[in-house]
């Protein structure tokens, strides 16, 4: 059986998208990612995500749209976007040992960013609309 995960990506009109500078696992520490993680018995990979995003950040929300999906041989990830005002997403906060911050979505998906594998693809097609959503990633 496939480990289920859910990330959310939360974006601003002006540019801006919300990441996590993540510790863990250790082949992310040093990357930046979407807050997001393990998908709870019962728990739906969409109630997931907002939970995630209330755990890790702060910021809650009510309504995302599924973009993506990345799918490995031992898991599977759904993913979820939002977009919030400046405002809104300014209040985010580290309420773990990871950073939590606000990045410019064009130094994000710069070159020599690190960055989680396909997040860079993932954020491309959300807000730059580079593929149909959602996107699914095998492999």
Request: proline letters at 3%; charged letters at 25%.
């Amino acid at each position: 059986m496939k480990v289920k995960y859910a990330s959310v990506i939360v974006t601003t009109p002006c540019n801006k998208v919300l990441t996590v500078l993540k510790n863990r696992p250790a082949w992310q520490k040093g990357s930046f990612n979407f807050p997001g993680g393990h998908v709870e018995a019962n728990e739906s990979f969409e109630d997931c995500a907002k939970r995630e995003l209330i755990e890790e950040t702060g910021i809650e929300l009510k309504d995302i749209i599924h973009c993506g999906d990345l799918e490995g041989d031992d898991f599977i990830l759904h993913v979820y976007h939002s977009n919030m005002s400046y405002d809104d997403i300014s209040v985010a906060a580290s309420l773990t040992d990871e950073v939590v911050t606000i990045m410019d979505i064009d130094l994000f998906l710069c070159d020599d960013t690190r960055t989680v594998k396909h997040t860079k693809r993932l954020l491309n097609a959300v807000v730059n609309g580079t593929e149909q959503l959602p996107v699914v990633i095998r492999g």
